[in-house]
């Protein structure tokens, strides 16, 4: 590692070794601000719906800007934006599906829990509301985009969970993005399915002792899954996204 650290303090950097020298990035890797200053809890529509190493995976009544359930608090935008950036960046010739992440369910347009207007919340209650939360895909490999799926088996189509590994899992750049989220203090957990958090906690620890984590953001990372149903809400439904929640 010495040849990496003096590499780094001189300036002199190749393809393989750029990465690895925290405070130096390409200039085509200039990432957006993840910490919000200014109007922080005003609710806003994911806009644009596309942008580096994002889309907005809209589902097919989300027609209009009335009906889009990708409302959220400006904090979590920026944060998700800049996470989404920063693995579009740092693993850029990661093997793999490096295409954008897709970004599902925050809140509707008048903050309540998508579904609540037409009387069947998609969500448990007093979750997605307020613009604190938003469902967000896995990165994949085997498959054309990170879309909202499955990536892994399921014994039916409403099991709802993983029943066999997480085939179709990047979980390195999964970790990546999990671990970027964490490096703000706003976040209070992210969800993930119980077969899912094997392959996932296996990255982040790697990259906690490598420091493509920092410190301070492998000291908050809090996840929340459950391996049998035992009532805290994680075992079912996150086999294809994971929960981002902020604190209020």
């Known amino acids: 590692m010495k040849w990496v650290v003096l590499l780094c303090l001189t300036g002199t950097l190749t393809s393989a070794v750029w990465r690895s020298c925290r405070h130096e990035r390409p200039a085509a890797c200039d990432l957006p601000p993840r910490d919000c200053t200014e109007g922080c809890d005003e609710l806003v529509q994911l806009l644009p719906a596309m942008g580096p190493g994002y889309h907005d995976d809209i589902i097919h009544w989300e027609d209009s800007s009335v009906t889009s359930t990708s409302y959220m608090r400006r904090e979590l935008m920026m944060l998700v934006k800049y996470a989404t950036a920063r693995v579009a960046c740092d693993a850029a010739e990661w093997k793999g599906n490096g295409g954008r992440l897709g970004l599902a369910d925050a809140s509707d347009v008048d903050g309540n829990t998508p579904g609540t207007a037409y009387g069947h919340p998609r969500h448990p209650r007093h979750t997605h509301d307020g613009g604190y939360d938003i469902d967000i895909a896995y990165y994949q490999r085997g498959t054309e985009n990170n879309g909202v799926r499955a990536v892994c088996p399921t014994e039916s189509e409403d099991a709802f969970h993983c029943t066999g590994k997480p085939n179709l899992l990047d979980a390195k750049r999964t970790a990546l993005f999990i671990g970027t989220l964490f490096e703000s203090e706003r976040v209070r957990i992210v969800g993930i ?56």
């Open 193 to 248: 399915d119980g077969m899912v958090a094997k392959p996932i906690r296996a990255q982040l620890a790697r990259m906690c002792r490598t420091g493509l984590v920092t410190a301070e953001a492998c000291k908050r990372i809090s996840l929340g899954y459950e391996t049998e149903p035992s009532g805290r809400l994680w075992f079912y439904g996150h086999h294809n996204h994971l929960h981002l929640s902020l604190k209020r």
